[in-house]
């Protein structure tokens, strides 16, 4: 079945970085785009970056554009989203997806906190 295994998260300073990996199993990984989101406490999920299926197209949220990088290796079926320059408005938990077919799957998710 399909897996998505999110880590990398943890606790920063602000103006740190972080590196996420999302780990992919149970389809044909290099067929896929991917997507990261993020869900701070009380708010919405938003879509933060995206990745086709090289990392030729990328699209970031204007909230992260020129901090973070999302990056693939379809060798190691794994997505990652390099984050620098973090704020404390980028504490959030953080999730992989991809849509097949019908459906979304999402990981289980990875805490970020931005804190001194």
């Known amino acids: 079945q399909v897996q998505l295994v999110e880590s990398g998260g943890g606790l920063v300073q602000p103006g740190g970085s972080l590196r996420l990996s999302c780990e992919a199993s149970g389809f044909t990984f290099s067929h896929y785009g991917m997507t990261w989101y993020r869900q701070a406490p009380g708010k919405e999920r938003d879509m933060i970056a995206s990745i086709g299926l090289d990392d030729t197209l990328a699209y970031y949220a204007d909230s992260v554009k020129g901090r973070f990088t999302v990056s693939r290796d379809n060798g190691k079926n794994t997505v990652y989203l390099r984050m620098n320059s973090l704020k404390p408005e980028d504490t959030a938990v953080y999730y992989c997806?991809?849509?097949?077919?019908?459906?979304?799957?999402w990981g289980q998710g990875t805490q970020v906190t931005v804190s001194s």
């Open positions: 997806m991809t849509h097949l077919g019908a459906s979304n799957y």
